[in-house]
């Protein structure tokens, strides 16, 4: 999760008042953060939620502060674009959005440029997801000459990137510069490089690796600052310039938009537009059970940054996780306070128990335990890559996310035994044999989304067989008095022949098999592994 570090006072700067730490307790708690430090001169704060990456500063934590304390917030004015950007039509297939503009008018201290940097660094890293998504630049306007390009440039251009004296070729800072080893992935195989250079065609930046050493490297007492952020998202590209104006504005600086300039259009940015949508005030009641007045409503949602006008909610440009009025109903219930939520009286009395086929589960889980195996527990995302790519096997049908965080967890499993191998390539320093399973649902996409309960188990050491894995799947099902047969499976991630389908009442209930060398060499585990995994929501009592 996010951690910021910022000085008490410059928060209480930026809000109008000191807080006593009960009261910026409270406002934390409104934040779905955490001190993570003992509060001294210096706070470190610690997210417990990732979705609102405006409040990974201290600008943004100001700004929800003050709003929640009835400061509400000004709307930042943002200049017309006197400059122009222009763009390249060859990025549309390498690193298609761009928002750029210039901040002027305060000089950067030590502590400002610190922060500038860390907030910086947060939505690259976290956000950005490491620069693949969004990539973000700031340089000192004043060795820059307008217009600016966004352009595609070979690998053979030069420039001096960031803390190097000398020139080298595009293509050179990726494989030698620190940052080009770091995120040279993200461009290296493009036969054209995104960089952004201005009318002396100095280049500024190797986009999304460094800056440039003469044109692109910020220092103490600067006045002016040329902001841009790339990325292959449009929306998250606005958002993250939206996120960067409000901060600097707030901090005293002008801002002035910029025209980028594309093919067929021209497009000023910051584009500081929020997004409207209805909202049915009736909703607070049924999900809250609270009836507030339309003058409450407005107030508490006016606290949380919000305007609000005839059942019209305008969500402020510089947050993107509403998707539902849901969102909108819960920052009611943080500005309303949880506090003021009365407990209400039971008014039904049962008597728990578990599901049948809870009871069939724990028993299967009980008689893996006892054939010696460790239980895991693993998130039910995963990704594509793993569930088929490395298993050499195509798409069976899988729901998948459609923005995810991360494409590490970018689908919903179809199956468990993909999740033990990836288990086992992260403790090949672990001591072999190493038996695991893990009991958990999946889902698969057929004509709906259908939920299964299944059972999957590896043995992973030198002499690991199908002889080994067969014995456990057949000492388990015995266990419940269930009747099986085996029949020959022909499964491309499995040794030809070493591999067998569960037959259960004439259907297939599960599979055993020994991995075949060519799938245990993608997730890079060299010793035999073989595994079983079993459908219990087919064999349910």
Known sequence: MPTITFATEDLYKLIGQKLDDKKLLQLLDCAKAELDAKLTTEATV??????????????????LFRNLLGKKSPQIKIEKPKEEVYYDKRLAKIRPYIACFTATGKKIDDYLLKQLIQLQEKLAENYGRKRQKISIGVYPLKNIAFPISYRAASPDETFT????????????????????????????????YPVFSDARKNILSLIPVINSEQTGKMTIGDDALLFDTTGTDEESVNLVANIFAYALAERGF??????????????????????????????????????????????????????????????????????????????????????????????????????????????????????????????????????????????????????????????IRTWILPI?????????????????????????????????????????????????????????????????????????????????????????????????PAVLEKFGITTPVAGCEINLTALKP
């Open 46 to 63: 610690k997210y417990n939620d990732t979705n609102q990456p405006y409040l990974w500063s201290v600008e943004g934590l100001a700004r």
């Open 161 to 192: 990137p960031l803390d190097f004296h000398q020139q080298m070729s595009l293509k050179q800072v990726l494989e030698k510069h620190p940052k080009g080893k770091e995120y040279g992935h993200l461009i290296k195989n493009q036969n054209a």
């Open 254 to 411: 002008t801002i002035q938009a910029l025209n980028v300039c594309y093919p067929n259009k021209k497009v000023a940015t910051p584009t500081m537009t929020g997004k409207k949508v209805k909202f049915d005030e009736k909703e607070i009641e049924k999900l809250l059970g609270i009836k507030l007045k339309p003058n409450e409503i407005k107030t508490a949602l006016t606290r949380m940054g919000y305007e609000y006008q005839n059942g019209n909610v305008t969500i402020p440009c510089y947050r993107d996780d509403i998707m539902h009025q849901v969102d909108i109903i819960e920052d009611v219930a943080i500005a309303y306070g949880y506090d003021k939520f009365t407990a209400l009286p039971q008014t039904a009395y049962t008597v728990g128990s578990t599901f049948p086929i809870q009871q069939f589960i724990d028993t299967q889980r009980e008689q893996w335990i006892g054939l010696g195996y460790q239980e895991i527990m693993s998130p039910v995302l995963s990704n594509k890559e793993n569930m088929y790519n490395k298993m050499n096997l195509t798409d069976t049908g899988t729901i998948e996310i459609e923005n995810p965080v991360s494409l590490t967890f970018s689908c």
């Open 420 to 516: 033990l191998l990836d288990f086992l390539s992260k403790n090949k320093h672990v001591d072999y044999p190493q038996k695991i399973f893990e009991q958990g649902v999946i889902t698969k996409r057929e004509t709906e989304a259908i939920d299964e309960q299944h059972i999957a188990g590896v043995t992973a050491h030198s002499t690991a067989t199908f002889t080994e894995i067969r014995q456990a799947a057949e000492a388990a099902l015995k266990s419940s008095n269930i009747t099986y047969t085996f029949e020959e499976l022909d499964m491309e991630c499995f040794v030809p022949g070493r591999a067998a389908k569960i037959m259960v009442n004439g259907k297939q209930a599960g599979f055993i098999g020994e991995f075949h």
